[in-house]
């Protein structure tokens, strides 16, 4: 098994940053991508970033290229999501993923932050 540990979220006013970290502990072989997703209520999960093994090949959403930088640091197990110049709708539950595995891929999620962002 996998526990995936997120920190950093909060309270921010529009405009300003937070930095998202979410370490991976337990059964860490063969982790592959990692990423962030996000939640508001009624909506369906949304992908924000994800990064390859490696950290060679990002996407991002388009609501938040150009403000938000996703890396990892993979002798920590660690990958972070720099949010800057964020704004009221950037506000949700943000997720920590995973996927694990050789042969077939398992994705494994955290229990999420809380991003708020006044206005």
């Known amino acids: 098994q996998v526990q995936l540990v ?3 979220g909060g309270l921010v006013q529009a405009g300003g940053s937070l930095r998202l970290s979410c370490v991976a502990s337990g059964s860490i072989l063969n982790i592959n991508a990692m990423g962030w997703y996000r939640q508001t209520p009624g909506k369906e ?3 924000v970033a994800r990064i390859s093994t490696r ?4 996407n991002y959403a388009d609501s938040v290229k150009g403000r938000f930088t996703i890396s990892r640091d993979n ?3 660690t990958v972070y999501l720099q949010m800057n110049s964020l704004k009221p709708e950037d506000t949700a539950v943000y ?3 995973i996927t694990k595995g050789v042969i077939s891929s398992v994705e494994y999620w955290g229990r999420g932050t809380q991003v708020t962002v006044s206005s």
Do not use: D, F
Request: proline share 0%; net charge neutral; aromatic share 12%.
């Open 75 to 77: 002798a920590k197990n």
């Open 55 to 58: 950290g060679g090949s990002t």
């Open 45 to 47: 999960r949304e992908l």
């Open 6 to 8: 997120e920190s950093g």
């Open 95 to 97: 997720y920590c993923w």
